[in-house]
């Protein structure tokens, strides 16, 4: 069963455009929200996280959004480049437990 | 910047051996973390541990198991292999707490199961 899930599987912007990845989740103990690239042939690597202590989180383009009512949390990438063609995670812990993983967002940004 | 380190890299099995697949972290951290990733699944816990001595079972830990012998070594093995095992399995150390809360994973293991 999944505890994150993910959506959509995969997506395709043009440079420039805003690409929205969104994931939920059901378990409410969860209290941090990371996000991880992972670029072909490479591992998982940390790309912004949120605490729930606000609802939104910046850093140059990425921003996530945080719903805590819904369970609910996204990530916009603003003026996608091309370099950002990559599969994005989301994940939730506790620190009670391990991180969860959602299944992946491939995105694809066409020049 | 934290390191992590897998061995062996890639890895062919044959069904009914035994496979063991080790992780090394350098960074003091207290938890460890053992992934598979398979398309459409992403990345699946299997067992974690949150020191020297102590294992998790995670969301699939059927068909394997875990080892923390200290606080660098995390060993995942596969008593009896089977070719749904077949997989990329990534390790990753981290600690819970404070804001920053960041998992650091190693390169990945490729295993085929024939």
């Known amino acids: 069963q999944q505890q994150v899930r993910q959506s959509p599987q995969s997506l395709t912007v043009w440079e420039g455009e805003t690409a929205i990845l969104n994931c939920s989740y059901e378990?409410?103990?969860?209290?941090?929200f990371p996000w991880y690239h992972q670029f072909p042939g490479e591992s998982p690597a940390l790309l912004i996280a949120?605490?729930?202590?606000?609802n939104k989180k910046e850093d140059g383009r990425f921003t996530i959004f945080f719903n805590k009512r819904e369970k609910k949390f996204s990530l916009h990438i603003a003026d996608s480049q091309p370099g950002d063609s990559a599969t994005y995670f989301c994940?939730?812990?506790?620190?009670?437990?391990?991180?969860?993983f959602g299944a992946g967002t491939k995105l694809s940004v066409k020049p | 910047e934290a390191a992590v380190t897998q061995s062996p890299r890639n890895k062919v099995a044959v069904t009914g051996g035994k496979v063991t697949l080790s992780c090394n972290q350098t960074?003091?951290?207290?938890?460890m973390y053992w992934y598979r990733q398979d398309t459409g699944h992403g990345l699946r816990l299997i067992h974690y541990?949150?020191?020297?001595?102590?294992?998790e079972k995670g969301d699939i830990p059927d068909g394997y198991k875990a080892s923390r012998p200290s606080q660098e070594n995390f060993s995942l093995i596969l008593e009896l292999a089977t070719p749904s095992q077949t997989s990329v399995y990534f390790c990753?150390?981290?600690?819970?707490?404070?804001?920053?809360?960041?998992?650091?994973f190693g390169p990945g293991t490729r295993l085929l199961v024939l």
């Open positions: 990753a150390s981290g600690d819970a707490g404070g804001y920053q809360d960041t998992q650091y």
């Open positions: 949120i605490r729930p202590v606000s």
């Open positions: 541990s949150y020191g020297a001595g102590s294992t």
């Open positions: 960074n003091n951290h207290n938890n």
């Open positions: 378990d409410s103990t969860f209290d941090y």
């Open positions: 994940a939730a812990r506790n620190n009670n437990n391990a991180p969860r």
